[in-house]
């Protein structure tokens, strides 16, 4: 068990529709990360939050938004979606803000849309 | 070309055997490099972290860093069935940003 926490687990919806996903850090961390994995692409990396701000941004598409809260949980809002949207979505956590050093990921989210 | 490249394999070998694992990549800003393991339908976790060239040793795992040929290595000694899972590399430049950018991994498979 990593300590990073995902909900939820699976996700199956429509084209068009919106959805959240949500993460826990793990106890401590500061860092957290949202990476996309799918069959042809791999893992990955679409935003990094730390302490509340957003620290570096990579292939996220202007439909997701992500955000990090006092409590620095995170959610990933994915909107309009597109049945290319389906994937495993990972959440990572770290202590430290510069993406250096060991990433705890959680067990992802698995969203299906139709 | 893909920052960092990898076989997806599968890769199938028989319990006992001797196992490498590779991936090349084209930045050669990457100084740190690490191996994530990824059971199915489970997260990656981290199995080995390395800073610039050199072998790093871990029990059954080594992993090995040439900068000069921008290419990684992890060795598997006595696999296990247990290690059956996908092993993905992952990489990160200092200096700036950090954001591991990872490899599409390799399917591992040891067979009793």
């Known amino acids: 068990d990593s300590g990073v926490t995902q909900t939820p687990k699976h996700l199956i919806t429509a084209t068009g529709q919106r959805v959240t996903l949500r993460c826990s850090p793990r106890?401590?961390?500061?860092?957290v990360y949202w990476y996309q994995q799918s069959l042809d692409q791999g893992l990955q990396f679409l935003i990094q939050?730390?302490?509340?701000?957003?620290?570096a941004k990579g292939n996220i598409l202007e439909r997701f938004s992500a955000q990090q809260f006092p409590d620095l949980h995170s959610e990933l809002n994915l909107s309009s979606l597109e049945l290319g949207d389906s994937a495993l979505y990972f959440c990572?956590?770290?202590?430290?803000?510069?993406?250096?050093?060991?990433?705890?990921f959680g067990e992802g989210s698995r969203l299906t849309v139709l | 070309q893909k920052e960092v490249e990898q076989d997806p394999g599968p890769l199938s070998v028989p319990e006992g055997a001797i196992v490498s694992l590779n991936c090349t990549y084209s930045?050669?800003?990457?100084?740190?490099f690490m191996w994530y393991r990824q059971y199915s339908r489970k997260g990656p976790e981290l199995l080995m972290y390395?800073?610039?060239?050199g072998n790093k040793e871990d029990g059954r795992f080594t992993a090995q860093v040439d900068k000069s040929s921008k290419y990684i290595s992890l060795f598997i000694r006595d696999s296990q069935p247990s290690d059956s899972a996908t092993y993905l590399c992952?990489?990160?430049?200092?200096?700036?940003?950090?954001?591991?950018?990872f490899g599409r991994g390799t399917s591992l498979i040891v067979h009793p």
């Open positions: 992952a990489m990160s430049a200092s200096g700036g940003s950090y954001i591991p950018t």
């Open positions: 106890s401590g961390d500061l860092s």
């Open positions: 939050y730390y302490n509340g701000e957003e620290r």
């Open positions: 390395t800073y610039s060239s």
């Open positions: 930045n050669s800003a990457f100084q740190y």
């Open positions: 990572a956590s770290s202590v430290a803000g510069d993406g250096g050093g060991e990433l705890f």
